[in-house]
T-cell receptor, first 108, second 112 residues
Framework: AQRVTQPEKLLSVFKGAPVELKCNYS??????LFWYVQYSRQRLQLLLR??SRESIKGFTADLNKGETSFHLKKPFAQEEDSAMYYC??????????FGQGTRLTINP | EAQVTQNPRYLITVTGKKLTVTCSQN?????MSWYRQDPGLGLRQIYY???????DKGDVPEGYKVSRKEKRNFPLILESPSPNQTSLYFC???????????FGNGTRLTVT
């Protein structure tokens, strides 16, 4: 079974501080992992995917198969990063499973 | 513009009154899906469709129906809505198995 866990429902950091949003997954095969972001009053949109190995808006995420994690990181948080973040897993089936989400708040 | 369009954006209805939320995409995507978003529960999949006339249940299908008669449309049907179906609903599509999802703007449904 596919499962995604985001242990923190809420995360609050100060502007300029490092950010790490945790994501752990459970899947027996080779997963495809994504981070989606939802800014206030906007639709969900893709932030990044592990296969691309790219940095978007300063965020990076590395797939750690040993720890079954895909944590999202940014070295210096900005106020515009405040949003809801979802980790998602696509396994062999056509299902895309989402975590419960983490609401990130950047304090000025 | 490539997009997923849902209608209506807001809907208030009463228990038992059948309703349909429409979803349309103009990207020729084969895969479409419906999610509901609830505080503390994140996004949960209701139904998905891999192509025309091919639909399957997600994690929370009870109380919902879908149809996929055309590639671009994937309506969500609530035959007899109940208050526990009050939620924010998102339709999404993607071209292939490992492609990212494109989401609609969401439909906020309130059932009284």
């Amino acid at each position: 079974a596919q499962r995604v866990t985001q242990p923190e429902k809420l995360l609050s950091v100060f502007k300029g501080a490092p950010v790490e949003l945790k994501c752990n997954y459970s899947y027996s095969g080779s997963p495809e992992l994504f981070w989606y972001v939802q800014y206030s009053r906007q639709r969900l949109q893709l932030l990044l995917r592990h296969i691309s190995r790219e940095s978007i808006k300063g965020f990076t995420a590395d797939l750690n198969k040993g720890e079954t994690s895909f944590h999202l990181k940014k070295p210096f948080a900005q106020e515009e990063d405040s949003a809801m973040y979802y980790c998602a897993l696509s396994g062999g089936a056509q299902k895309l499973v989402f975590g419960q989400g983490t609401r990130l708040t950047i304090n000025p | 513009e490539a997009q997923v369009t849902q209608n209506p954006r807001y809907l208030i209805t009463v228990t038992g009154k059948k309703l349909t939320v429409t979803c349309s995409q103009n990207m020729n995507h084969e895969y479409m899906s419906w999610y509901r978003q609830d505080p503390g529960l994140g996004l949960r999949q209701i139904y998905y469709s891999m192509n025309v006339e091919a639909t399957d249940k997600g994690d929370v299908p009870e109380g919902y129906k879908v149809s996929r008669k055309e590639k671009r449309n994937f309506p969500l049907i609530l035959e007899s809505p109940s208050p526990n179906q009050t939620s924010l609903y998102f339709c999404a599509s993607r071209p292939g198995l490992y492609s990212p999802l494109h989401f609609g703007n969401g439909t906020r449904l309130t059932v009284t």
